[in-house]
């Protein structure tokens, strides 16, 4: 599903301007799921130093999708990106359980914010194509998910790399973009 | 609509036509005027590829694709197939064979970059881990690494604990590049390496580094980096001109960041992009040479 395709969905959202914000830890595969929605060559990614944004644009309708650089160094940086997002989508290296309790606690910290209160959040349980990843069931109850009350919550398995999984989030989304709790 | 029809036209048939009177006058074929009309340098050979590639006989195009070996028997082909009577150009087919060289060289030196960013950096090979050592110890000769696995990677640029997952899509080219830079310029390295902490404009030496590896590799396969190959090797450019190329891009990157001052290091994409724009437009001059001068 590209970007074009997710904007026509999403057109009977009232606000002029949708912004998704795509966040997780550095090596989750945030600047491969932009590409993959951009239908950018995912070949010759390097890691993010800063951010990435893709815009769509069609009949005064925008879709902006911000991707941040996961490094904990830049980590402190994220707030600086919250205000008015309308989905945040959370991405998890399902393969990389060392960093399972570091990722936790950055999702914990980010649904505690005060900025994204109520925003709908979508994480993707992602890199499924490796054969050592942990399952999505696994992930949500590891990251202990059912705890989250104040918004709407998914977790969806995906492929980046491939594309698996990619388009059911990402409907998701687009039914959820108006679901932010004020 | 109208230049899109003009150069249809003239790419076909004017182009054709153009050279056959311009021939019938001077005596000479187009490849001849280029070498004789040129300077030895990359406008030349860019003439002469451009010429061979447009030119309509199959057998012209491919003296582009030919391999070093076989670049003495495509200038005998084509001074046969031209009709070039080379008692009266003397200079003309060693001219041709040079340029032929630089052409053969350059697209073996793409080969030769991809397969190097083809190769995943992998923890089980002893070779890829004892570069990656070698690269410690050269920017940081008077700390000792305590665990392979350690926070210590990111005080030279790294993302985390384990450096093996920064290479991504750059592959083995990104470690050989930052290494090189390491070895040839250590000096610099590490004064970029120091610079590169600093509090309000810091940046991560290592993955800025293979940024940077990404942007080399773009202009490369973009064919943007010919003229400064064609300028600076006589011959056929080997790799080790690739890795001198992107110590040149670490140095001067390194120098419009401090110039430009970000706000932050989150505004590292817009100035990558704009320095990339000003290296583009360097080297679209004929005679551009993008060189880091002071090897050690």
Request: contains cysteine; positive net charge; aromatic residues 12%.
């Amino acid at each position: 599903m590209g970007l074009l395709s997710i904007l026509r969905k999403l057109k009977s959202a009232p606000d002029q301007e949708v912004r998704i914000l795509l966040l997780g830890l550095d090596n989750a595969g945030k600047t491969t799921l932009l590409k993959q929605l951009a239908s950018e060559d995912i070949t010759h990614i390097t890691p993010t130093q800063g951010f990435n944004i893709k815009s769509v644009q069609a009949q005064g309708f925008k879709l902006n999708v911000w991707d941040i650089g996961g490094q904990r160094k830049i980590r402190p940086y994220w707030r600086n990106y919250f205000e008015n997002t309308d989905i945040l989508i959370y991405v998890i290296d399902s393969a990389d359980r060392k960093r399972f309790e570091e990722t936790g606690q950055e999702l914990a910290e980010l649904v505690d914010e005060e900025k994204l209160s109520g925003v709908p959040v979508l994480i993707f349980a992602n890199k499924q194509d490796l054969l050592t990843a942990a399952p999505a069931a696994e992930i949500a109850e590891g990251l202990n998910l059912h705890t989250i009350r104040d918004r709407v919550w998914q977790i969806q398995s995906c492929s980046a790399l491939t594309g698996e999984g990619v388009s059911d989030g990402m409907n998701w989304v687009c039914r959820n973009v108006n679901a932010k709790k004020k | 609509m109208i230049i899109h029809l003009w150069r249809y036209f003239y790419t076909n048939i004017f182009r054709f036509w153009l050279k056959w009177i311009v021939r019938l006058v001077t005596g000479k074929c187009e490849l001849q005027r280029i070498c004789n009309g040129t300077r030895k340098n990359a406008e030349r050979t860019l003439r002469i590829e451009y010429s061979l590639e447009s030119s309509k006989y199959k057998s012209l195009q491919n003296a582009v694709n030919a391999t070093e070996d076989e670049v003495e028997k495509y200038v005998a082909f084509i001074i046969e197939e031209k009709k070039i009577k080379i008692q009266k150009d003397i200079g003309f087919a060693s001219k041709l064979q040079l340029c032929l060289l630089q052409i053969s060289g350059f697209r073996k030196l793409c080969l030769a970059v991809e397969d190097l960013r083809k190769q995943v950096y992998n923890s089980d090979s002893k070779e890829h881990e004892e570069q990656l050592m070698e690269l410690w110890n050269l920017l940081m000769p008077h700390e000792k690494l305590k665990a392979r696995i350690t926070k210590q990677w990111c005080d030279i640029g790294f993302q985390g604990d384990d450096p093996k997952t920064d290479f991504r899509g750059m592959g083995m080219l990104g470690l050989t590049n930052l290494l090189y830079f390491s070895k040839h310029y250590p000096h610099e390295a590490r004064q970029i390496l120091a610079r590169s902490n600093h509090p309000k404009l810091g940046y991560s030496y290592a993955i800025v580094g293979i940024n940077l590896t990404e942007m080399a590799y773009c202009l490369l396969t973009k064919g943007l980096l010919k003229s400064h190959f064609y300028n600076s090797v006589p011959g056929t450019p080997q790799l080790n001109d690739f890795h001198q190329f992107y110590c040149y891009l670490t140095y001067e990157f390194d120098k419009f960041w401090f110039e430009e001052k970000p706000e932050s290091i989150m505004y590292f994409n817009q100035y990558r992009e704009k320095f990339h724009e000003k290296v583009k437009r360097q080297l679209l001059d004929y005679n551009v040479v993008l060189a880091l001068k002071n090897e050690k």
